[in-house]
């Protein structure tokens, strides 16, 4: 098993071979808001809950350990990017032209990468959730977050990311079919940011709420929610 070459169970990281830790496949961030096991070889890691386990019905979970500590182990840095490629998404670091992918073995680049400053995260149409959330924390680099047409991203999850707020600069929320204006109205705090794309929520009055977004974010440019074109013939 790839996971396992080279690595003597307890031993710390290294990039002579992958890290059990990062070794599989994490299933983070699941609909019901609950962090899944890591599976090695199709089988779930010993004294980790079987995914397929999990009901709505059922209580909360705590995450197991190989989870709780992936960041403290590898620092936040490891931690966004590989709960990010797990569920489909891409990473960009700092000073890095391409983001990386999740294609061939990118638990060895992010293993390579874990001191370089994640500074984009693209989850679009990523099942991410609330709990979830709290993978990219603290990430004090991160400039561009894409959690468009994220299906689980509610009015809840948009308040979490006042974390993020110091360094974003640019955010889409676009699609998001969980995202209200009461979601949009805890932007406030994000003072940095320079770009939102807040097209195709579903909003009352979009063009009411996208002066109030203009009023709180005054060095921001809003893209969607224009203001309703008048009729033909009126001023």
Request: with cysteine; hydrophobic share 35%; glycine share 12%.
């Amino acid at each position: 098993m790839r996971g396992g070459r080279g690595h003597a169970r307890g031993a710390g990281p290294g990039l002579g071979g992958l890290d059990p830790y990062l070794g599989a496949p994490y299933i983070w961030g699941s609909p019901i808001g609950v962090a899944s096991s890591p599976i090695h070889m199709g089988q779930p890691h010993r004294g980790c809950i079987q995914p397929h386990t999990y009901g709505a019905a059922q209580p909360h979970i705590p995450p197991p350990r190989t989870h709780m500590h992936l960041k403290d182990i590898y620092g936040p840095n490891v931690a966004a990017a590989a709960f990010t490629l797990s569920l489909g998404g891409s990473v960009r670091y700092e000073g890095q032209e391409q983001w990386l992918r999740p294609h061939g073995p990118w638990q060895e680049r992010v293993l390579q990468l874990r001191s370089v400053p994640v500074w984009g995260l693209d989850l679009s149409a990523c099942p991410v959730t609330y709990s979830g959330l709290g993978s990219l924390e603290p990430l004090p680099h991160l400039a561009h977050l894409d959690l468009s047409a994220c299906p689980h991203v509610d009015d809840w999850t948009v308040a979490r990311m006042r974390a993020l707020a110091p360094s974003l600069r640019s955010l889409s929320l676009s699609r998001c079919p969980r995202v209200t204006e009461r979601g949009l109205a805890t932007l406030h705090h994000f003072r940095e940011l320079r770009h939102l794309d807040v097209s195709g929520l579903n909003v009352p009055s979009p063009g009411l709420v996208r002066i109030l977004l203009e009023e709180m974010l005054p060095g921001c440019r809003i893209v969607g929610m224009e203001l309703d074109t008048p009729p033909k013939g009126t001023t």
